[in-house]
Antibody, heavy 122, light 110 residues
Framework: QVQVVESGGGVVQPGRSLRLSCAAS????????MHWVRQAPGEGLEWVTV????????YYADSVKGRFTISRDNSKNTLYLQMNSLGAEDTAVYYC???????????????WGQGTTVTVSS | QSALTQPASVSGSPGQSITISCTGT?????????VSWYQQHPGKAPKLMIY???YRPSGVSDRFSGSKSGNTASLTISRLQAEDEADYYC??????????FGGGTKLTVL
């Protein structure tokens, strides 16, 4: 079935780095833009970043620009999020999500993973 | 980044209808028909309920409908059921390549 599964979360000290992965299956991964969305404990959803189906464009929320990098390996059906200079404000559940439609469409997300938890703490 | 405003909470009784608003600006909600609505039950991943203001993905009940007037989008749930109790988030394209979410609305079914 169509699914995405995140991994790579954990506890990390402030200022350190972490890389999240998202394994996709059941659909043509290389046809869809992919997103990362996060949710801090007890808070709402925050869109983080998106990468186009071919990796040619990447957009970021201001809160992570310059610190986070999204990438994808279409040969491995895997999405990544490299997070550097982590701070307490980055503590959240990180969701990987697929765009609703193919190619350059990225305005809605219809397939979500269960999330991976990142805790930034000393 | 976009800051979409939603009421913190709404409530209704089974069988009734409720509406959740999502207010933005002419640069996001009012400027594009790229408003989405997501449902999230506690401890679960979000689920897409409405996209492009008023379209329902396959499998979403027709009790859910969306609309927009000016800078405010709305999600209406008719014939409320206990299972509708959840958090609801709106989202919009911001016109600057990014997306933004509203703060979320907790729906309580009385």
């Amino acid at each position: 079935q169509v699914q995405v599964v995140e991994s790579g979360g954990g506890v990390v000290q402030p200022g350190r780095s972490l890389r999240l992965s998202c394994a996709a299956s059941g659909f043509s991964f290389n046809n869809y833009a992919m997103h990362w969305v996060r949710q801090a404990p007890g808070e709402g959803l925050e869109w983080v970043t998106v990468i186009w189906y071919d990796g040619s464009n990447k957009y970021y929320a201001d809160s992570v620009k310059g610190r986070f990098t999204i990438s994808r390996d279409n040969s491995k059906n895997t999405l990544y999020l490299q997070m550097n200079s982590l701070g307490a404000e980055d503590t959240a559940v990180y969701y990987c999500a697929r765009s609703l439609a193919r190619w350059n469409y990225y305005y809605s997300m219809d397939v979500w993973g269960q999330g991976t938890t990142v805790t930034v703490s000393s | 980044q976009s800051a979409l405003t939603q009421p913190a909470s709404v409530s209704g009784s089974p069988g009734q209808s409720i509406t959740i608003s999502c207010t933005g600006t002419s640069s996001d909600v009012g400027g594009y028909n790229y408003v989405s609505w997501y449902q999230q039950h506690p401890g679960k991943a979000p689920k897409l309920m409405i996209y492009e203001v008023s379209y329902r993905p396959s499998g979403v009940s027709d009790r859910f409908s969306g609309s927009k007037s000016g800078n405010t989008a709305s999600l209406t749930i008719s014939r409320l059921q206990a299972e509708d109790e959840a958090d609801y988030y709106c989202s919009s394209y911001t016109g600057t390549t990014t997306l933004g979410f509203g703060g979320g609305t907790k729906l309580t079914v009385l």
